[in-house]
Protein backbone atom coordinates (compact mmCIF):
# COMPACT_ATOMS: atom_id res chain seq x y z
CA UNK A 1 0.00 0.00 0.00
CA UNK A 2 1.19 3.16 -1.30
CA UNK A 3 1.65 5.44 1.92
CA UNK A 4 -0.02 8.60 0.05
CA UNK A 5 0.98 11.32 2.52
CA UNK A 6 4.60 10.64 2.11
CA UNK A 7 4.61 12.14 -1.18
CA UNK A 8 2.01 14.52 -1.02
CA UNK A 9 4.10 16.11 1.66
CA UNK A 10 7.37 16.48 -0.61
CA UNK A 11 5.15 18.22 -2.94
CA UNK A 12 3.85 20.39 -0.48
CA UNK A 13 7.24 21.27 0.45
CA UNK A 14 8.53 22.08 -2.71
CA UNK A 15 5.44 24.27 -3.83
CA UNK A 16 6.57 25.76 -0.70
CA UNK A 17 9.95 26.91 -2.01
CA UNK A 18 8.49 27.51 -5.67
CA UNK A 19 6.96 30.42 -3.91
CA UNK A 20 4.40 31.09 -7.19
CA UNK A 21 4.20 29.12 -10.51
CA UNK A 22 4.02 25.95 -12.15
CA UNK A 23 6.84 22.64 -12.29
CA UNK A 24 6.22 20.04 -15.05
CA UNK A 25 8.31 17.45 -14.22
CA UNK A 26 8.34 14.38 -16.49
CA UNK A 27 9.41 10.43 -16.11
CA UNK A 28 12.57 9.01 -17.65
CA UNK A 29 11.70 7.65 -21.32
CA UNK A 30 11.73 4.31 -22.06
CA UNK A 31 14.69 2.89 -24.24
CA UNK A 32 14.93 0.13 -26.57
CA UNK A 33 17.93 -1.97 -26.55
CA UNK A 34 16.88 -4.22 -29.71
CA UNK A 35 14.03 -4.53 -32.00
CA UNK A 36 10.69 -4.04 -30.03
CA UNK A 37 12.66 -5.17 -26.57
CA UNK A 38 13.39 -2.07 -24.37
CA UNK A 39 16.07 -1.86 -21.48
CA UNK A 40 14.46 -2.56 -18.16
CA UNK A 41 12.79 0.58 -17.27
CA UNK A 42 13.59 2.57 -14.65
CA UNK A 43 11.30 5.45 -13.86
CA UNK A 44 13.41 9.16 -13.55
CA UNK A 45 14.48 9.43 -9.40
CA UNK A 46 12.91 12.78 -9.08
CA UNK A 47 9.37 12.34 -10.73
CA UNK A 48 9.32 9.09 -7.97
CA UNK A 49 10.30 11.22 -5.01
CA UNK A 50 7.02 13.55 -5.42
CA UNK A 51 4.89 10.58 -6.29
CA UNK A 52 5.76 6.94 -5.79
CA UNK A 53 4.37 6.44 -9.85
CA UNK A 54 6.72 4.03 -11.59
CA UNK A 55 4.92 3.77 -14.60
CA UNK A 56 6.65 5.11 -17.94
CA UNK A 57 4.97 7.99 -20.05
CA UNK A 58 4.05 10.42 -17.07
CA UNK A 59 4.51 13.04 -16.02
CA UNK A 60 3.65 15.76 -12.85
CA UNK A 61 2.75 19.05 -12.53
CA UNK A 62 2.30 21.28 -9.73
CA UNK A 63 0.88 24.76 -9.26
CA UNK A 64 2.43 26.68 -5.95
CA UNK A 65 0.83 29.94 -5.05
CA UNK A 66 -2.32 30.47 -3.33
CA UNK A 67 -4.21 27.22 -4.48
CA UNK A 68 -1.64 24.95 -4.92
CA UNK A 69 -2.31 21.97 -7.04
CA UNK A 70 -0.48 18.64 -8.27
CA UNK A 71 -1.58 17.23 -10.98
CA UNK A 72 -0.53 13.77 -12.93
CA UNK A 73 -0.79 13.06 -16.78
CA UNK A 74 -0.35 8.97 -16.82
CA UNK A 75 -1.45 6.28 -19.30
CA UNK A 76 -5.00 5.49 -20.15
CA UNK A 77 -6.37 2.30 -18.73
CA UNK A 78 -6.16 0.30 -22.42
CA UNK A 79 -7.98 -3.25 -21.92
CA UNK A 80 -5.69 -4.66 -25.59
CA UNK A 81 -2.60 -3.17 -23.82
CA UNK A 82 -2.74 -5.21 -20.29
CA UNK A 83 -3.22 -8.34 -22.26
CA UNK A 84 0.17 -8.04 -23.76
CA UNK A 85 1.78 -5.70 -21.30
CA UNK A 86 0.37 -5.62 -17.72
CA UNK A 87 -1.18 -3.60 -15.73
CA UNK A 88 -1.69 0.12 -15.88
CA UNK A 89 -3.71 2.19 -13.03
CA UNK A 90 -5.23 5.13 -15.45
CA UNK A 91 -5.78 8.63 -14.52
CA UNK A 92 -8.76 7.47 -11.71
CA UNK A 93 -7.42 4.79 -9.95
CA UNK A 94 -3.58 6.65 -9.65
CA UNK A 95 -5.81 9.85 -8.47
CA UNK A 96 -7.15 8.00 -5.93
CA UNK A 97 -4.32 5.75 -5.22
CA UNK A 98 -1.80 8.39 -5.19
CA UNK A 99 -3.55 11.41 -4.03
CA UNK A 100 -3.48 13.85 -6.86
CA UNK A 101 -5.63 16.80 -6.85
CA UNK A 102 -6.15 15.87 -10.75
CA UNK A 103 -5.34 13.33 -13.04
CA UNK A 104 -5.69 13.19 -16.87
CA UNK A 105 -4.19 10.99 -20.04
CA UNK A 106 -1.50 12.03 -20.85
CA UNK A 107 -2.73 12.57 -24.29
CA UNK A 108 -3.93 15.62 -23.11
CA UNK A 109 -0.74 16.70 -21.53
CA UNK A 110 -0.34 19.41 -24.46
CA UNK A 111 -3.21 21.29 -24.59
CA UNK A 112 -3.67 21.37 -20.72
CA UNK A 113 -0.47 22.69 -20.39
CA UNK A 114 -1.20 25.79 -22.26
CA UNK A 115 -4.15 26.36 -20.23
CA UNK A 116 -2.16 25.48 -16.79
CA UNK A 117 0.99 27.59 -17.83
CA UNK A 118 -1.43 30.63 -18.53
CA UNK A 119 -0.77 33.80 -16.24
CA UNK A 120 1.86 31.50 -14.01
CA UNK A 121 4.81 33.87 -13.40
CA UNK A 122 7.46 31.11 -13.40
CA UNK A 123 7.90 27.96 -15.14
CA UNK A 124 9.75 25.46 -13.42
CA UNK A 125 11.28 22.39 -14.57
CA UNK A 126 14.47 20.30 -15.24
CA UNK A 127 15.97 22.34 -17.46
CA UNK A 128 18.73 21.31 -19.12
CA UNK A 129 18.36 17.74 -18.47
CA UNK A 130 16.59 16.56 -21.99
CA UNK A 131 17.21 19.08 -24.94
CA UNK A 132 13.51 17.45 -26.03
CA UNK A 133 11.70 18.71 -23.15
CA UNK A 134 13.10 22.31 -22.92
CA UNK A 135 12.32 22.25 -26.81
CA UNK A 136 8.69 21.20 -25.89
CA UNK A 137 8.21 23.19 -22.87
CA UNK A 138 9.56 26.55 -24.73
CA UNK A 139 6.97 25.84 -27.83
CA UNK A 140 4.34 25.49 -25.39
CA UNK A 141 5.23 28.50 -23.41
CA UNK A 142 5.44 30.19 -26.92
CA UNK A 143 2.08 29.03 -27.52
CA UNK A 144 0.79 30.52 -24.24
CA UNK A 145 2.68 34.05 -25.37
CA UNK A 146 0.88 33.83 -28.48
CA UNK A 147 -2.59 34.44 -26.22
CA UNK A 148 -1.54 37.81 -25.21
CA UNK A 149 -4.41 39.68 -26.93
CA UNK A 150 -6.91 37.44 -24.69
CA UNK A 151 -5.29 38.68 -22.11
CA UNK A 152 -3.58 35.55 -20.85
CA UNK A 153 0.03 36.13 -19.79
CA UNK A 154 3.36 33.52 -20.38
CA UNK A 155 5.68 32.75 -17.71
CA UNK A 156 8.22 35.08 -17.72
CA UNK A 157 11.15 33.09 -16.51
CA UNK A 158 12.05 29.25 -16.96
CA UNK A 159 14.21 28.31 -13.56
CA UNK A 160 15.97 24.62 -13.02
CA UNK A 161 13.16 22.75 -10.45
CA UNK A 162 16.38 20.35 -9.89
CA UNK A 163 18.42 23.20 -7.58
CA UNK A 164 15.26 22.96 -5.27
CA UNK A 165 15.00 19.05 -5.64
CA UNK A 166 17.94 18.12 -5.05
CA UNK A 167 18.63 20.12 -1.60
CA UNK A 168 15.91 18.27 -0.80
CA UNK A 169 16.65 14.67 -1.96
CA UNK A 170 19.93 15.46 -0.28
CA UNK A 171 19.28 14.67 3.45
CA UNK A 172 17.43 11.55 3.67
CA UNK A 173 13.71 11.00 5.62
CA UNK A 174 13.15 8.05 7.72
CA UNK A 175 11.29 6.42 4.87
CA UNK A 176 14.47 6.47 2.46
CA UNK A 177 16.90 5.37 5.49
CA UNK A 178 14.63 2.47 6.40
CA UNK A 179 14.56 1.04 2.56
CA UNK A 180 18.66 2.27 2.43
CA UNK A 181 19.02 -0.33 5.10
CA UNK A 182 17.16 -3.13 3.79
CA UNK A 183 19.14 -2.40 0.07
CA UNK A 184 21.75 -2.33 2.15
CA UNK A 185 21.35 -5.16 3.86
CA UNK A 186 20.30 -7.60 0.99
CA UNK A 187 23.78 -6.84 -0.46
CA UNK A 188 25.86 -7.41 2.63
CA UNK A 189 24.38 -10.86 2.10
CA UNK A 190 24.84 -10.70 -1.59
CA UNK A 191 28.82 -10.14 -0.50
CA UNK A 192 28.47 -12.88 1.87
CA UNK A 193 27.74 -15.17 -0.47
CA UNK A 194 30.22 -14.49 -3.31
CA UNK A 195 32.46 -14.63 -0.21
CA UNK A 196 31.74 -18.63 0.54
CA UNK A 197 31.20 -18.90 -3.48
CA UNK A 198 34.46 -17.97 -4.83
CA UNK A 199 37.76 -20.37 -5.19
CA UNK A 200 40.49 -20.72 -7.74
CA UNK A 201 39.64 -21.92 -10.99
CA UNK A 202 35.68 -19.73 -11.41
CA UNK A 203 34.84 -17.54 -13.14
CA UNK A 204 34.35 -13.90 -12.66
CA UNK A 205 30.57 -13.85 -13.93
CA UNK A 206 29.82 -17.09 -12.21
CA UNK A 207 30.39 -14.74 -9.11
CA UNK A 208 28.41 -11.78 -10.54
CA UNK A 209 25.38 -14.76 -10.76
CA UNK A 210 25.43 -15.71 -7.41
CA UNK A 211 25.19 -11.70 -6.47
CA UNK A 212 22.28 -11.27 -8.85
CA UNK A 213 20.72 -14.39 -7.44
CA UNK A 214 20.98 -13.25 -4.16
CA UNK A 215 19.64 -9.53 -4.95
CA UNK A 216 16.64 -11.05 -6.79
CA UNK A 217 15.61 -13.77 -4.40
CA UNK A 218 15.10 -10.93 -2.11
CA UNK A 219 12.90 -8.66 -4.49
CA UNK A 220 15.51 -6.43 -5.48
CA UNK A 221 15.38 -7.27 -9.38
CA UNK A 222 17.77 -4.84 -10.95
CA UNK A 223 21.91 -3.99 -9.77
CA UNK A 224 22.22 -0.41 -8.64
CA UNK A 225 24.96 -0.19 -10.96
CA UNK A 226 26.56 -3.15 -13.41
CA UNK A 227 28.64 -5.07 -10.77
CA UNK A 228 32.57 -5.09 -10.69
CA UNK A 229 34.15 -8.50 -10.17
CA UNK A 230 37.35 -8.05 -10.82
CA UNK A 231 40.00 -10.85 -9.96
CA UNK A 232 44.30 -9.75 -10.21
CA UNK A 233 45.21 -7.22 -12.03
CA UNK A 234 41.51 -6.58 -13.18
CA UNK A 235 41.39 -4.57 -9.57
CA UNK A 236 43.72 -2.12 -10.90
CA UNK A 237 40.69 -0.60 -13.69
CA UNK A 238 38.04 1.01 -11.69
CA UNK A 239 35.54 0.39 -13.83
CA UNK A 240 36.09 -3.14 -14.91
CA UNK A 241 33.00 -4.62 -15.85
CA UNK A 242 33.56 -7.77 -18.48
CA UNK A 243 33.67 -10.09 -15.39
CA UNK A 244 34.71 -13.06 -18.02
CA UNK A 245 38.16 -14.18 -16.59
CA UNK A 246 39.01 -17.31 -14.57
CA UNK A 247 39.70 -16.60 -10.86
CA UNK A 248 43.41 -17.82 -9.68
CA UNK A 249 45.03 -18.66 -6.90
CA UNK A 250 46.94 -16.50 -5.30
CA UNK A 251 45.22 -13.06 -6.69
CA UNK A 252 42.69 -11.05 -4.70
CA UNK A 253 39.17 -10.66 -5.97
CA UNK A 254 37.64 -7.01 -6.09
CA UNK A 255 33.75 -6.89 -6.11
CA UNK A 256 32.24 -3.68 -6.40
CA UNK A 257 27.97 -4.76 -6.73
CA UNK A 258 25.31 -3.23 -4.80
CA UNK A 259 21.35 -4.06 -5.49
CA UNK A 260 18.83 -1.32 -5.92
CA UNK A 261 15.65 -1.72 -4.03
CA UNK A 262 12.31 0.36 -4.12
CA UNK A 263 14.28 2.66 -6.14
CA UNK A 264 17.49 3.39 -3.68
CA UNK A 265 21.05 2.13 -4.15
CA UNK A 266 23.35 0.13 -2.07
CA UNK A 267 26.85 -0.18 -2.89
CA UNK A 268 29.75 -2.22 -1.33
CA UNK A 269 33.04 -2.72 -2.42
CA UNK A 270 35.02 -5.83 -0.33
CA UNK A 271 38.40 -7.29 -1.59
CA UNK A 272 39.55 -10.51 -0.48
CA UNK A 273 41.85 -13.74 -1.61
CA UNK A 274 40.62 -15.92 -3.96
CA UNK A 275 41.98 -18.95 -1.98
CA UNK A 276 40.36 -17.59 1.12
CA UNK A 277 44.28 -16.65 2.62
CA UNK A 278 45.78 -13.15 2.40
CA UNK A 279 49.39 -13.31 1.23
CA UNK A 280 52.04 -11.14 3.40
CA UNK A 281 51.72 -8.42 1.00
CA UNK A 282 48.01 -8.37 -0.09
CA UNK A 283 47.72 -8.15 4.26
CA UNK A 284 50.13 -5.61 4.24
CA UNK A 285 47.84 -3.05 1.77
CA UNK A 286 44.63 -3.99 2.81
CA UNK A 287 45.53 -2.91 6.73
CA UNK A 288 46.73 0.35 5.19
CA UNK A 289 42.98 0.95 3.25
CA UNK A 290 41.45 -0.59 6.24
CA UNK A 291 43.01 2.06 8.71
CA UNK A 292 42.21 4.87 6.40
CA UNK A 293 38.36 4.08 5.97
CA UNK A 294 37.97 3.68 9.58
CA UNK A 295 39.85 7.22 9.81
CA UNK A 296 37.01 8.22 7.16
CA UNK A 297 34.33 6.78 9.85
CA UNK A 298 35.88 8.43 12.62
CA UNK A 299 35.50 12.34 10.93
CA UNK A 300 31.86 11.51 9.35
CA UNK A 301 30.07 13.47 11.89
CA UNK A 302 27.53 16.72 11.51
CA UNK A 303 29.42 19.93 11.38
CA UNK A 304 32.74 18.29 9.92
CA UNK A 305 33.06 19.28 6.09
CA UNK A 306 32.13 17.04 3.25
CA UNK A 307 36.04 17.03 2.88
CA UNK A 308 36.92 15.48 6.23
CA UNK A 309 36.83 12.04 5.93
CA UNK A 310 38.36 11.99 1.81
CA UNK A 311 41.39 13.80 3.46
CA UNK A 312 41.67 11.58 6.65
CA UNK A 313 42.01 8.77 3.93
CA UNK A 314 44.27 10.28 2.25
CA UNK A 315 46.94 11.19 5.09
CA UNK A 316 46.73 6.95 6.18
CA UNK A 317 46.92 5.82 2.53
CA UNK A 318 49.94 8.11 1.86
CA UNK A 319 51.69 7.56 5.08
CA UNK A 320 51.03 4.09 3.45
CA UNK A 321 52.60 4.41 0.65
CA UNK A 322 55.83 5.79 2.33
CA UNK A 323 55.55 2.60 4.08
CA UNK A 324 55.47 0.61 1.41
CA UNK A 325 57.92 2.25 -0.28
CA UNK A 326 55.78 3.16 -3.44
CA UNK A 327 56.59 6.66 -2.76
CA UNK A 328 59.44 8.41 -1.43
CA UNK A 329 58.97 12.15 0.43
CA UNK A 330 58.02 13.46 3.37
CA UNK A 331 53.96 13.29 4.13
CA UNK A 332 52.79 16.67 3.95
CA UNK A 333 55.04 16.47 0.25
CA UNK A 334 53.35 13.67 -0.90
CA UNK A 335 50.02 15.31 0.12
CA UNK A 336 50.75 18.74 -1.11
CA UNK A 337 51.82 17.41 -4.48
CA UNK A 338 49.35 14.51 -5.13
CA UNK A 339 51.95 12.31 -5.50
CA UNK A 340 49.57 9.65 -3.90
CA UNK A 341 46.87 9.79 -7.13
CA UNK A 342 49.09 7.49 -8.92
CA UNK A 343 47.95 5.13 -6.60
CA UNK A 344 44.60 6.08 -5.09
CA UNK A 345 43.19 8.38 -7.89
CA UNK A 346 39.54 8.73 -6.95
CA UNK A 347 37.75 10.51 -3.91
CA UNK A 348 36.81 9.09 -0.73
CA UNK A 349 32.78 8.84 -1.18
CA UNK A 350 30.28 10.58 -2.72
CA UNK A 351 26.10 10.64 -1.65
CA UNK A 352 24.13 7.64 -2.50
CA UNK A 353 20.39 7.72 -2.83
CA UNK A 354 18.06 6.85 -5.37
CA UNK A 355 21.12 7.24 -7.70
CA UNK A 356 24.24 5.77 -6.73
CA UNK A 357 25.96 9.14 -7.56
CA UNK A 358 23.08 11.11 -5.72
CA UNK A 359 22.00 14.54 -6.32
CA UNK A 360 23.15 17.44 -4.09
CA UNK A 361 25.94 19.90 -3.88
CA UNK A 362 29.46 19.51 -2.72
CA UNK A 363 30.17 22.76 -2.40
CA UNK A 364 27.99 25.62 -1.13
CA UNK A 365 29.49 28.98 -1.93
CA UNK A 366 32.35 27.81 -3.12
CA UNK A 367 33.29 25.68 0.33
CA UNK A 368 32.95 21.94 1.10
CA UNK A 369 29.71 21.54 2.67
CA UNK A 370 29.14 20.78 6.26
CA UNK A 371 27.44 17.24 7.16
CA UNK A 372 24.27 17.15 8.54
CA UNK A 373 21.73 14.12 9.55
CA UNK A 374 20.39 12.62 7.45
CA UNK A 375 23.21 13.11 4.57
CA UNK A 376 23.59 9.31 3.07
CA UNK A 377 27.26 8.87 1.35
CA UNK A 378 30.01 5.92 0.45
CA UNK A 379 33.34 5.49 2.04
CA UNK A 380 35.18 3.75 -0.20
CA UNK A 381 39.27 4.31 -0.07
CA UNK A 382 40.96 2.44 -2.11
CA UNK A 383 44.89 1.53 -3.03
CA UNK A 384 45.70 0.16 -6.78
CA UNK A 385 49.25 -0.57 -8.01
CA UNK A 386 50.43 -1.26 -11.23
CA UNK A 387 53.83 -3.00 -12.50
CA UNK A 388 56.48 -0.39 -12.64
CA UNK A 389 60.13 -0.21 -12.27
CA UNK A 390 59.81 1.59 -9.08
CA UNK A 391 57.57 -0.38 -7.68
CA UNK A 392 58.24 -3.51 -5.15
CA UNK A 393 57.62 -6.80 -7.40
CA UNK A 394 55.93 -8.20 -4.59
CA UNK A 395 53.36 -5.53 -4.59
CA UNK A 396 52.36 -5.73 -8.92
CA UNK A 397 48.84 -6.20 -9.66
CA UNK A 398 47.25 -5.65 -5.65
CA UNK A 399 44.01 -3.61 -6.09
CA UNK A 400 41.50 -3.24 -3.35
CA UNK A 401 38.87 -1.16 -2.18
CA UNK A 402 37.40 -1.21 0.56
CA UNK A 403 33.11 0.62 0.35
CA UNK A 404 30.67 0.81 2.86
CA UNK A 405 27.81 3.04 2.99
CA UNK A 406 26.51 5.51 6.20
CA UNK A 407 24.24 7.74 6.96
CA UNK A 408 24.79 10.71 8.91
CA UNK A 409 23.30 10.81 12.69
CA UNK A 410 22.85 13.20 15.59
CA UNK A 411 26.28 12.22 16.96
CA UNK A 412 27.95 10.14 13.92
CA UNK A 413 27.02 7.90 11.49
CA UNK A 414 25.44 4.97 11.02
CA UNK A 415 27.31 1.74 8.84
CA UNK A 416 24.39 0.58 6.85
CA UNK A 417 26.56 -1.75 5.31
CA UNK A 418 28.65 -3.38 8.18
CA UNK A 419 27.11 -6.81 7.95
CA UNK A 420 29.51 -7.39 4.92
CA UNK A 421 32.43 -9.34 6.42
CA UNK A 422 35.15 -6.27 6.34
CA UNK A 423 38.71 -7.51 8.71
CA UNK A 424 41.23 -10.01 7.92
CA UNK A 425 39.67 -12.73 10.39
CA UNK A 426 36.41 -12.09 9.37
CA UNK A 427 37.32 -12.44 5.40
CA UNK A 428 39.61 -15.51 6.19
CA UNK A 429 36.55 -17.19 8.41
CA UNK A 430 33.77 -17.08 6.32
CA UNK A 431 35.87 -18.53 3.27
CA UNK A 432 37.05 -21.15 5.89
CA UNK A 433 33.40 -22.42 6.63
CA UNK A 434 32.93 -23.60 3.17
N1 LIG B 1 29.93 1.58 -7.70
C1 LIG B 1 30.16 2.89 -8.09
C2 LIG B 1 30.99 3.59 -7.13
O1 LIG B 1 31.52 2.98 -6.22
O2 LIG B 1 31.11 4.78 -7.15
MN1 LIG C 1 30.96 1.03 -5.55
MN1 LIG D 1 30.65 4.16 -4.66
Known sequence: ???????????????????????????????????????????????????????????????A????????????????R?????????????????????????????????????????????????????????KLRGEVQAKVRSGVRAPNEVRDVRALLHEMR?????????????????SAEAHRRAMRFTRPGRMEYEVEAELVHEFVRHGARHQAYPAIVAGGASACVLHYVSNDRKLRDGDLLLIDAGCELEGYAADITRTFPVNGRFSAAQRDVYEIVLAAQSAAFAASRPGNSWDAPHEAAVRVLAQGMLDLKLLTGTLDG?????????????????????????????????????LQPGMAYTIEPGCYIRPADDVPEALWNIGIRIEDDVVITADGCENLTADAPKTLSEIEEIMRDE
Not at 170 to 186: C, G, P, Q, T, W
Request: net charge negative; charged share 25%; with cysteine.
Open 65 to 80: GDEPKSILFCREKNAE
Open 170 to 186: LIKDSHEIAVMRRAAAI
Open 334 to 370: VIESGAYKRFYMHRTGHWLGMDVHDVGDYKVDDRWRS
Open 82 to 138: EIWDGFRYGPEAAQAEFGFDATYPVAQLHEKLVELMGNQPSLFCPLGADADWDARLL
Open 1 to 63: MTDISLYQRRRALLQQQMGRGIAVIPTAEEVERNGDTHYAYRHDSSFYYLTGFTEPEAVLVLI
